[in-house]
């Protein structure tokens, strides 16, 4: 099982920006998967983007497409999230999660049920 560590949160002015960093360690080598999901204060925690370990394939939830990009290097075993024109609405905690279930439709990595490690997260703040 994977081990992730978010890092790179923080408290931005709306139309900012933040990336968002995920190491990842342990048993990186049946990892299928990587997605950032967020909980905005009394709300459920929802799907942001997902990429694709090997391919790097993308995908992403409506409200950050065009503005979010994930990403990910393998020699550093690192995930991102590069957050462009900042929102308030875009405030939440972030969570890093890992997935090594193999999956047929691209809509099931949007649930969070599909993935077996996450981190702790990490708060990011937007300002009006």
């Known amino acids: 099982q994977e081990q992730l560590v978010e890092s790179g949160g923080g408290l931005v002015q709306a139309g900012g920006s933040l990336r968002l960093s995920c190491a990842v360690s342990?048993?990186?080598?049946?990892?299928?998967?990587m997605a950032w999901f967020r909980q905005p204060p009394g709300k459920e925690r929802e799907f942001v983007a997902v990429i694709l370990w090997s391919s790097g394939s993308t995908r992403y939830a409506e409200s950050v497409m065009d503005r979010f990009a994930i990403s990910r290097d393998k020699a550093k075993n690192t995930v991102y999230l590069q957050m462009e024109s900042l929102k308030p609405e875009d405030t939440a905690v972030y969570y890093c999660?890992?997935?090594?279930?193999?999956?047929?439709?691209?809509?099931?990595?949007?649930?969070?049920?599909?993935?077996?490690?996450w981190g702790q997260g990490t708060q990011v703040t937007v300002s009006t």
């Open positions: 999660a890992a997935s090594s279930v193999p999956t047929q439709f691209w809509s099931e990595y949007e649930a969070g049920a599909r993935y077996g490690s």
């Open positions: 342990g048993r990186t080598s049946s990892t299928r998967a």
